[in-house]
């Protein structure tokens, strides 16, 4: 429904240069690899069903602690989907144009979105990737922070304070994957 209103909006507004209508085949483009993301996603999951129901643990609800984390690394992967498809679309490397810092970016998306695969599934060596993902976002957090501490650098004081609070989020997710019984034990193979 979004994608038709945007569509309808773009072919009837008026002026601008390019005009509004020359960007209807991106959105017919992101509304197919919506879908084909949202697909994918309940392909897995339905698959990790599968496999819990066979290790006889697909009754239980998702953990708590899993959901920040489950969350956050398919919302990663977006982001890296997003990134291939806009290079693909401008024809040039989005948003880093160098290439060494686009295609370290995308191995972050990707090591993110195999983490997102490997939880729907219910892998448990997915949890070990989650805790080293929330561990090593804690890990340049904390060296971001230390960069921008006086007397390095003006430091923006509410910034600080919300990274370091993201830091001891990221650092808590971190440990609670590798210290809880309940993800463990959730996680079926």
Do not use: N
Not at 6 to 18: I, R
Not at 57 to 69: A, D, K, R
Not at 78 to 99: C, D, K, N, S, W
């Amino acid at each position: 429904m979004l994608a038709v209103t945007v569509s309808v909006v773009l072919v009837f507004a008026k002026g601008g240069h390019p005009p509004p209508i020359f960007l209807l085949p991106i959105v017919l483009i992101m509304w197919v690899a919506g879908h084909l993301v949202m697909w994918g996603a309940g392909w897995l999951a339905a698959r990790g069903r599968r496999i819990a129901s066979a290790a006889g643990t697909e009754g239980e609800p998702w953990p708590i602690g899993l959901w920040p984390v489950l969350i956050g690394t398919g919302v990663a992967a977006l982001v890296g989907i997003f990134q291939l498809l806009m290079t693909a679309l401008e024809g040039r490397l989005y948003p880093f144009h160098y290439g060494r810092d686009w295609a370290a970016m995308l191995a972050v998306w990707l090591i993110h979105g195999v983490c997102f695969a490997g939880l729907l599934l219910r892998q448990r060596w997915s949890r070990l990737l989650g805790a080293m993902l929330g561990l090593g976002w804690a890990l340049v957090l904390a060296w971001q922070i230390a960069e921008h501490v006086p007397p390095k650098a003006t430091s923006d004081t509410m910034g600080l304070f919300i990274v370091f609070g993201l830091l001891l989020l990221a650092l808590f997710l971190g440990l609670h994957l590798l210290a809880s019984r309940r993800v463990k034990s959730f996680l079926a193979r």
